[in-house]
């Protein structure tokens, strides 16, 4: 089994910035690769970023050159660090492992709001 907690998260106004933090534990070895979602109210859950054990990353567009994800595989923790936030970025992120085998774990969220 493996275990998400996630921390970070908070209000923040518009060109503002902010780091989500996901610490993984219990069977990190099983761990393939670890990511971020997000939803936001009445819209569907879209993946916002991804990294992979080897450090092979993506991002959605609309997040690209303001969000970086990055992972700490020793601590087993990945982070998103969001810069330039936008009202549009308001949501709840969600932390994601992807295991070798087995079904994706999720974090238990944490709400990302931008507004002035």
């Known amino acids: 089994q493996v275990q998400l907690v996630q921390s970070g998260g908070d209000l923040v106004q518009p060109g503002g910035s902010l780091r989500l933090s996901c610490a993984a534990s219990g069977r990190t070895s099983s761990i393939i690769a670890m990511g971020w979602y997000r939803q936001a109210p009445g819209k569907q859950r879209e993946l916002v970023a991804r990294?992979?054990?080897?450090?092979?990353?993506n991002y959605a567009d609309s997040v690209k050159g303001r969000f970086t994800i990055s992972s700490d595989n020793a601590k087993n923790t990945a982070f998103l660090q969001m810069n330039s936030l936008k009202p549009e970025d308001t949501a709840r992120y969600y932390c994601t492992a992807d295991r070798l085998v087995g079904n994706t774990v999720w974090g238990q969220g944490t709400q990302v709001t931008v507004s002035s």
């Open positions: 990294i992979t054990r080897s450090s092979s990353t």
